[in-house]
C-alpha cells in the first residue's frame, strides 16, 4: 500500500495459487493480425471441501512462435499443476512451462501443434523507438472478457515502480487495464509487440495508470527462458547515477544523454572493459540508455556470460566496448554462501526523495536454510544481531559465518520490517 497526499492508493497485481489454466487462443483470421497472437487465460484454484466450485481467476498471454512458445506473467501461472491451451474453436493442447523467472515476473509455456490449428506469432518490436504520447492497444483478458482490446497513449517510458525485483524500468500507459490483463500484449500502432503488460495501479481495477515490462527487457529474458529453462542475472560491477543538466553542463556535455559512471568495482567486468568514472553510458546493444534504473534493467536481463556492446563518452569522444557480465557479486566475499545466499550491495534514491542503501538478496538457494527460514530474493538485510547492515563490509564484521548459534536478522520486505532466526 502506498500513502500519496492523504490518499490511500493501493497497488494490485497478482493472481496466486493456480491449480488449473485453461488458454483461450485466436486463431481467427481479421485485419489486426496482432489479436490471433493474444491468448486468454482461465485459472481454477484448488476445490476447497464443503464448496461446490472452486473459485476462478483469469490472465493473458502472448503467442511468440508458429510451434507453440507463449509469454506471460510469473504470478500468472504461479504454482499450476496443468495448463490446457483452448483455441476459440474448442481444440484443446496441453502446455508445459518452458521457464519462469519470478525476478522478472515473466514466464515461457509451450503448446504442441493443432491440427489444422496454425498459431500465429505475433510481430516482435522494440520498446527503444516507444515514447511519450505514442498511441498504443493493449490486448487480454480483462475480467475474464479474452481478446478485450483498448487504446491510449504511452505517458512515461521510464517509470521505476515495485512490480517486479528486477524490473525498474517500466512502461506507464493509459489505456483501460483490468484484472486479466496481466501477462497480455502492449502494441503500437503497426500491431509490434512493445511490452508485456504486468500491473495496474489503482483500487483493483483500471485508473488510467497501467504498466508493462517493455520488449527490450522481456526478450533477452524470454531468450534464456527457452534457451536454458530459466533466467540468471547479468552484472557489470559499476555504479551509475543520472545525468542531470547540472552535470551536463558541468562536464560540458549539453548535446547527450545518457548515465553517468560513478563508481567501478576493481576486477569487475567493466574494470576489465578499461570503464572508469565521469564515463557517459549512451547505449547498451544499440539501445539508448535512460536512466540508472533503465540501465541496470537491461544489464540484469541479459543474464550472466553475456557479451554487451556499450557506446560511452570520455573526454567528449565516444567510443565503444564489450562486457562479459558476470553474476552479481561474484568477486565478493560472501559469508551467507553456505546458507544459500548470495547478496550485493543497492545504492538508490526512493520515492519520497530519501537517499537508501544497503544489502539486498540476490538469489535464495532451493531447500538451503535461508529458505526454509522464509528469506526471498528483494529482502533487503537490515541489520544482523541488532547490528546495523549498510554494505558487504558491515556483513563480514557481524561474524554471521559462525553457524555454531542462531543469528538474528532483521529484514525489509515492501517496506514493512520483520524479523527471521537463521541457523
Known sequence: MLIQGGCRIMLYRRIYLAVTLIILASTSVGSQDFMQSVVGVYIEYPHTPGVATAPQAFGSGVILSEDGYIVTNHHVIQQALNIVVQTQQGFRANATVVGSAPEFDLSVIKIDGLPNQPFKPIKMGTSSHV???????????????DQTLTQGVVSHIDREVGLSHRVKSY?????????GNSGGALVNKEGEL???VSGIYGPRF??????AIPMDIADPVIKQLISKGHASTGWVGMSTQPLTPELKDAL???NFNGVLVSEVMTGSPAHRANLTAKDVILEVN???????QHFASLVTAHGSQSL??????????TYSTRIKTDQPNMHAQNPLGKWGLNLSEYDHMRLDGIHDSGVEINQVAF??????SGLQPGDIIKSVNERPIKNLDDILKSKIGNQRKTHLLEIERHQQRFFVPIR
Open 252 to 254: 560540458n556535455i549539453q
Open 308 to 317: 554487451l556492446t556499450m557506446n560511452y563518452l570520455r573526454e567528449n569522444k
Open 171 to 179: 512502461i506507464q500507459i493509459d489505456a483501460a487495464v483490468n484484472p
Open 131 to 145: 515514447s511519450a504520447g505514442d498511441q498504443v492497444t493493449a490486448i487480454g483478458n480483462a475480467f475474464g472478457f
Open 206 to 211: 483500471n485508473i488510467g495508470i497501467a504498466f
Open 367 to 372: 531447500q538451503s536454510s535461508a529458505a526454509l
Open 194 to 196: 512493445v511490452g508485456i
Open 286 to 292: 544499440d539501445i539508448k540508455v535512460n536512466s540508472p
